[in-house]
C-alpha cells in the first residue's frame, strides 16, 4: 500500500506493540466492536448503545482515531455532530510475540485484551441464549455451541485454526443483502486451547 493511501474497509490491522496499547482498554475495545457491527456512530449514539456517558466515549473515540482504529464518516452529521467509523474490517493479534515481549507493559495489555474479548464473547452467547425464544425455528435449528477435545501438537492445532479461519471467510462471497427474509448478522466465535493432563 502506497504512504497516505487510504486502507481498504475491509483491511485487517495487525497490531504492533504501541497500537496494542492503544487499543487495551474494555471501552475502547467494545467502542471498535459497535463501529465494526453496527457502522457509523456519534458518541452519544455509542454511549447510549454501551451504557457509557457521552463525555467518556467521546473521549476514547479520540484515542481511538489517534492510534488509527476509527475515522471520521464526514459523509454523516450536521454541524458539530461528529460521526465515527471504523477504519478496518478487522484486528489481528500475533498473541506468540506479544506474550513473550520484553516490555511488561505490553504484556499487560495483552492480557486486557484478551480477557476483554473473552467477557465480550460470554456475554453476547448469554444475550443469545436468553433471546432463543424469540427467534424463528430456521435460526434456532442453525446455530450451535459445541466442544471438541482432540490431541493434537502445536503445527497441527495451527493448521486446523488456520482452515477453519479460511471456511468461515469463505462465506463471506455468500454474504446477502440486509432486506434479505430471516437474514440477521452471524457471531462466530472460536476458541481452541490446550487443557493440561490434570
Known amino acids: 500500500m502506497a504512504e497516505n493511501e487510504e486502507p481498504a474497509p475491509d483491511d485487517v490491522r495487525v497490531l504492533d506493540p504501541r497500537s496494542l496499547r492503544g487499543l487495551a482498554h474494555p471501552l475502547r475495545i467494545r467502542l471498535l466492536g459497535a463501529l465494526r457491527e453496527y457502522g457509523p456512530a456519534t458518541a452519544s449514539q455509542l454511549a447510549d448503545r454501551l451504557g457509557e456517558s457521552s463525555g467518556a466515549t467521546s473521549y476514547h473515540l479520540r484515542q481511538l482515531a489517534a492510534h488509527g482504529f476509527v475515522k471520521d464518516d464526514p459523509e454523516r ?8 467509523k471504523a477504519a478496518h474490517r478487522g484486528t489481528r493479534l500475533g498473541t506468540d510475540e506479544f ?4 516490555d511488561p507493559a505490553v504484556r499487560g495489555a495483552v492480557n486486557t485484551m484478551l ?11 448469554s444475550t ?3 433471546t432463543l425464544h424469540d427467534w424463528s425455528e430456521e435460526w434456532r ?18 493448521e486446523m485454526r488456520d482452515r477453519v479461519h479460511e471456511v468461515i471467510e469463505s462465506y463471506r462471497e455468500k454474504e446477502v443483502d440486509q432486506d434479505v427474509e430471516n437474514s440477521a448478522r452471524l457471531r462466530v466465535h472460536l476458541h481452541a486451547f490446550p487443557r493440561d493432563e490434570d
Open 99 to 102: 506474550l513473550a515481549h520484553p
Open 128 to 130: 443469545w441464549l436468553g
Open 141 to 158: 435449528r442453525a446455530w450451535d455451541i459445541s466442544s471438541f477435545t482432540i490431541r493434537l501438537a502445536p503445527e497441527l492445532a495451527a
Open 115 to 125: 480477557h476483554e474479548v473473552a467477557t465480550l464473547h460470554t456475554q453476547e452467547m
Open 77 to 84: 452529521g450536521k454541524g458539530r455532530e461528529r460521526w465515527w
